[in-house]
């Protein structure tokens, strides 16, 4: 079992930074493929980035080239960096582990609450 909570998020205007982070307990961090996924509402949850245990990332087009997603294993940490942000990144983000890779599947196995992203135009 692994606990996640997510911290970061907040409201920016468009353009804007955003650093959000996942603190994980309650198993060998080390172990886990991570992921970032938002849910805006009246829409689907997606997929925006993910991590290997060895530290590969991948992304979700519409993020690639203004979020970076990276791991602190020491820290027991997951992060998604956020820049150029825009409306339409308006979301609740979560992150989620599995023990086995799942892209950016939803079928992660351990959820955080999730933390809310707003940018204005």
């Known amino acids: 079992q692994v606990q996640l909570v997510e911290s970061g998020g907040g409201s920016v205007q468009a353009g804007g930074s955003l650093r959000l982070s996942c603190v994980a307990s309650?198993?060998?961090?080390?172990?886990?493929?991570m992921g970032w996924f938002r849910q805006a509402p009246g829409k689907e949850r997606e997929g925006v980035a993910a991590?290997?245990?060895?530290?590969?990332?991948v992304y979700v087009d519409s993020v690639k080239g203004r979020f970076t997603i990276s791991r602190d294993n020491a820290k027991r940490t997951l992060y998604l960096q956020m820049n150029s942000l825009k409306p339409e990144d308006t979301a609740i983000y979560y992150c989620?582990?599995?023990?086995?890779?799942?892209?950016?599947?939803?079928?992660?196995?351990?959820w955080g609450q999730g933390t809310t992203v707003t940018v204005s135009s």
């Open positions: 989620a582990a599995d023990r086995i890779w799942r892209l950016l599947y939803r079928s992660y196995s351990y």
């Open positions: 309650g198993a060998t961090f080390d172990n886990y493929y």
């Open positions: 991590i290997t245990t060895f530290g590969e990332p």
